[in-house]
Every structure is written in structure tokens, then in C-alpha cells.
């Protein structure tokens, strides 16, 4: 099965910030990854799809890149609303893995 | 607007049984597969189970094969997740999640059941 590794675990940063945050597969997976955001007792949101593409109402600020073993999720500036945690999904897998998850939290 | 309502938590003991239930609204149910999804206390996302909008294809994680049933009925618009054989490593907060039929990503969720089994 496919593992992927998410960098950092955790990171702080403050409102304004540049964040990127990196998935890694442990084997290509072309453009077959998805990220998503989880606030604290909510349930995961859909941000991304096909490692670049913006699902329907997230903002712009918000960006995805990458294919093969290596894929970058990057807000260009930070807002509050942005501290969550973020998980990386490889596609049309099963089983379909998760990244560890990134911890965004402010400075 | 899509709706998927969990229901069925609670604790329960090592071995035992439980039985989740996902009601759905919003969308064409049998047009879609749907998926269980789970977190465990302050960890991350497990894939449970998927099941094929007709029903008949079935999935599962290996921590779950063999003690957990996925199942729909159409009629409904209704996901369940027999759980059997409880372990302590089975308690999470567990998601029903819709798939989006073409890139087997999970486009929305609902907002989850808890299942502690404890002693």
C-alpha cells in the first residue's frame, strides 16, 4: 500500500503568513491527491482535488501543486479562519490513505 | 443541499456490537458509493469501509475485515455499519462520507458518531 508522509506535523504561523505544507508518496501517484481541512469538532472539508484544482467555494488563496511522489498545499496568506488541521488523500486508491495531518496554529 | 446524518454511537465493551447509521438527503443516494470514515481521540483520518451504489461492492480496511459490515438501503437513502467483534483501538468518532463517483474522493461528510468501546 501507498503511505504518505505530510511535513511539518505542526507549524505556527501568524495572520498574513505564507504557509506551505508538504505530502509525500511513498510510490507515484501522477496527480491522484486530494487535501482537506479539519477545524476543531467539525467534520473534514474538501479543499483541493487532482493535487491542483480548487474545489467549489474555497478561496483563491488556497493552491495546490505537485505530481508524482512529491505535492505542496500553500496559502498564500494566512487568515483566521485558516488555523485548522490538514490532511493530504491519495485518489482512486483503496485503501484510499491519509497524510499524518498538519496542525496549523497561530503564532 | 447535501445532508448525511450519523446515529448509532455510544460506548459499548470489548466484543460487543454496534450498529451505525447514516441517513442522507440532497442528492440522488443510489447514484453514489459511500464510505465510513473514522478518527480516533486527537488522531487522524482511518478509511473504514466503502460500498457501491448498487450495493453490490464492498470494501474494507484491513483493521476492520472480517468484523465489519458495510450495507445501504436504497429505499431510505440509508448507510449502516455493523460493527462486531469491538476492539479498544475501534473507538473514534465515525464519519459517513459521500464519494464523488469519479476521483473516489469523499466531496462531503457528515458530522460524525462516537464509538468508545471501554470496559
Known amino acids: 500500500d501507498i503511505q504518505l508522509t505530510q511535513s511539518p506535523s505542526f507549524l505556527s504561523a501568524s495572520v498574513g503568513d505564507r504557509v506551505t505544507i508538504t505530502c509525500r508518496a511513498s510510490?507515484?501517484?501522477?496527480?491522484?491527491l486530494a487535501w482537506y481541512q479539519q477545524k476543531p469538532g467539525k467534520a473534514p472539508k474538501l479543499l483541493i482535488y487532482?493535487?491542483?484544482t480548487l474545489q467549489s467555494g474555497v478561496p483563491s488563496r488556497f493552491s495546490g501543486s505537485g505530481s508524482g511522489t512529491e505535492f505542496t498545499l500553500t496559502i498564500s496568506s494566512l487568515q483566521p479562519e485558516d488555523f485548522a488541521t490538514y490532511y493530504c488523500q491519495q485518489l482512486n486508491s483503496y485503501p484510499p490513505p491519509f497524510g499524518g495531518g498538519t496542525k496549523v496554529e497561530i503564532k | 443541499e447535501v445532508q448525511l446524518v450519523e446515529s448509532g454511537g455510544g460506548v459499548v465493551q470489548p466484543g460487543g456490537s454496534l450498529r451505525l447509521s447514516c441517513a442522507a438527503s440532497?442528492?440522488?443516494?443510489?447514484?453514489?458509493?459511500m464510505h465510513w470514515v473514522r478518527q480516533a481521540p486527537g488522531k487522524g483520518l482511518e478509511w473504514v469501509s466503502l460500498i457501491s451504489g448498487d450495493g453490490g461492492s464492498t470494501y474494507y480496511a484491513d483493521s476492520v475485515k472480517g468484523r465489519f459490515t458495510i450495507s445501504r438501503d436504497n429505499s431510505k437513502n440509508s448507510l449502516y455499519l455493523q460493527m462486531n467483534s469491538l476492539r479498544t483501538e475501534d473507538t473514534a468518532l465515525y464519519y459517513c462520507?459521500?464519494?464523488?463517483?469519479?476521483?473516489?474522493?469523499?466531496?462531503?461528510w457528515g458530522q460524525g458518531t462516537l464509538v468508545t468501546v471501554s470496559s
Open positions: 510510490q507515484g501517484i501522477s496527480s491522484y
Open positions: 487532482a493535487a491542483s
Open positions: 440532497g442528492f440522488t443516494f443510489d447514484d453514489y458509493a
Open positions: 462520507a459521500k464519494d464523488d463517483d469519479f476521483w473516489s474522493l469523499f466531496d462531503y
